[in-house]
């Protein structure tokens, strides 16, 4: 595993969200055309990696049935408490996801999997969980930290580092987290691999650059946003991929 030890006392990643409500609407904006418009209370769904549950109040709105899985002890007591401040009674469940289909004791309808897949080295080992845990026909929602966005690809051909373009993932430093930038084609051969097809993709945060939060009301921002995820998503152009995947193999 590569990245920030959630369960350290000394990291609160709540406080990343601080001054990034732009990028949490986008994700919500995606999530919301990618999940079920109406609520089923009998549809499940397992938030993989789901953390401090910051996604509950989407995830609401279309099942009657949801577990947060992570690692992180101290993120799934957040997760309860949040829960319950949204009027939800959710399960939790602690382990590490390359061994999720032994920890958790059924098959569920929706798996999402969200800024989880940039502390994964094997992809392929992660993948091949997530489809185990799936019902047949079952929906996998995914984001990806992409390699290849716009002002990465401008940065690196600038250079003249035309190997930057390569199929492959890199690592990334920031000050308190290491983490994987993936190639997109190169995750979607994976899930390709892994008994899944990819229904349908979005380009999320499209405009998180500090120009255009500083010189664009918020508002039109988050409405340029939602326009444009779609149309973006087939230049992989934003810093985060949105999939919506279908399980159509069972892997052994
Ligand atoms: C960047 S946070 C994202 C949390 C949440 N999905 C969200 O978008 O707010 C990454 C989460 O993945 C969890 N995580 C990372 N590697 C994991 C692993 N191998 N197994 C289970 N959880 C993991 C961490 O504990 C953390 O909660």
């Not at 609520?39 to 995830?59: A, E, M, P, Y």
């Not at 061994?99 to 800024?115: E, T």
């Not at 992809?123 to 929602?141: P, R, T, V």
């Amino acid at each position: 595993m590569v990245g920030a030890d959630y369960n350290d006392k000394n990291y609160d990643y709540t406080k990343y969200w601080e001054g990034r409500d732009y990028e949490n609407a986008s994700e919500v904006i995606a999530l919301k055309k990618l999940l079920p418009k109406n609520f089923n209370k009998d549809r499940s769904i397992i938030d993989v990696g789901g953390g401090f549950g910051r996604l509950l109040s989407v995830f609401k709105d279309s099942f009657g049935d949801i577990s947060i899985f992570d690692y992180s002890v101290k993120l799934l007591e957040a997760a309860t408490k949040n829960a319950k401040n949204l009027g939800l009674s959710i399960n939790t469940i602690n382990g590490d996801i390359y061994n999720i289909s032994n920890l958790v004791d059924k098959k569920y309808d929706y798996v999402s999997m969200i800024r989880v897949s940039h502390h994964l080295e094997d992809l392929n080992k992660a993948f091949e969980e997530i489809n185990k845990i799936l019902k047949e026909d079952g929906i996998f929602i995914l984001e990806v930290a992409n390699k290849v966005h716009f002002k990465s690809i401008v940065v690196n051909l600038l250079k003249f580092n035309f190997k930057y373009l390569k199929k492959d993932s890199i690592s990334v430093t920031s000050k308190d987290v290491a983490f994987l930038n993936h190639h997109p084609k190169y995750v979607e051969d994976i899930l390709k691999d892994s008994g899944f097809v990819v229904e349908d993709k979005l380009s999320v945060s499209n405009f998180r650059l500090a120009v255009f939060k500083k010189l664009i009301p918020f508002n039109l921002l988050l409405r340029l946003e939602d326009s444009l995820q779609k149309m973006l998503s087939f230049i992989y152009f934003g810093p985060s991929i949105f999939y919506r995947i279908k399980k159509v193999n069972e892997v052994e």
